[in-house]
């Protein structure tokens, strides 16, 4: 099972690059885009929250044809919560994307599976697009019981959010195992995990949802996790933080879909 979706590939910066250092970035990217673009694929800059602002003033700016998300929100509106923000004031900075349940977030601030839920209610209610980030860690995957976690995960997440908001869910299977680690999941594990996960969003009446890989991609793996793995594009941690790896994967995910069309 794979789908003809166009490919999204969405550049993690997780906690690096200074306001500074993502200005530079983000000017790069786009003076790389604008001598070879990039017409088949959708791109996204996730940088830390400080940097928001500088980075979608260079994207407006100097019109770099990528949007702009965040690697977390808070599901209140506002209030006590302290070092939190809000779909809100993301919104207004011009987000347009935010990351959902990472599962550094999960594993390392205690993001279990209710505040995962109400933060994709939260953020879709507001219209972000929000990335549902699932993938087992490799206990679960020694045990072959990766299905079931993933399933879980899913159904949590998804149980009880308003069939109109479904649309705004693209989901990411990154194997905790697989995260800057430089072991990427094989084209055999991806492709099994990427069918069932298109099979549970059937389920959910979300057949056209995208789901996208992460977990140590590179400009190397790219075109064969989305050739035989069969995803819809990346979610890019360690790669991403230099332009020319990260748009060596956006190039490879264009291309794999211009030749498919
Ligand atoms: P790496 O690409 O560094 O493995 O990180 C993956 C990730 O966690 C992206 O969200």
């Not at 069932?196 to 057949?207: A, W």
Request: glycine share 8%.
């Amino acid at each position: 099972m794979s789908t003809t979706n166009r490919p999204l590939v969405i550049g993690n910066w997780k906690m690096n690059l200074d306001f500074v250092e993502s200005v530079h970035l983000a000017q790069q990217i786009g003076v790389m885009l604008k001598v070879k673009p990039t017409e088949h694929a959708d791109v996204v800059l996730v940088p830390p929250f400080v940097d928001i602002r500088s980075v979608t003033s260079v994207v407006t700016s100097e019109r770099v044809p990528v949007a702009v998300g965040a690697q977390h929100v808070n599901a209140h509106d506002n209030g006590a919560h302290t070092g939190e923000v809000s779909t809100s004031m993301l919104k207004r900075l011009g987000v347009e994307w935010v990351l959902v349940g990472h599962s550094e977030r999960r594993s390392m601030y205690a993001m279990n599976d209710a505040v995962v839920a109400a933060t994709l209610r939260a953020s879709t209610k507001s219209t972000l697009h929000a990335v549902l980030c699932v993938g087992e860690d490799g206990l679960v995957r020694d045990d072959a019981d990766q299905e079931a976690f993933v399933e879980a995960q899913l159904e949590s997440a998804l149980h009880g959010l308003d069939e109109s908001l479904r649309p705004l869910v693209t989901v990411a299977y990154e194997p905790i195992w697989a995260i800057g680690t430089g072991v990427t999941a094989t084209l055999e594990e991806v492709s099994a995990m990427t069918n069932f996960i298109r099979r549970v969003l059937t389920r959910f009446s979300m057949p056209a949802s995208r789901v996208l890989y992460g977990g140590s991609v590179n400009a190397e793996n790219a075109a064969s996790l989305m050739g035989e793995g069969g995803v819809d594009g990346f979610l890019v941690g360690g790669a991403s933080l230099k332009a020319e790896s990260f748009l060596a994967i956006v190039r490879a995910a264009n291309d794999c879909y211009a030749g498919k069309r």
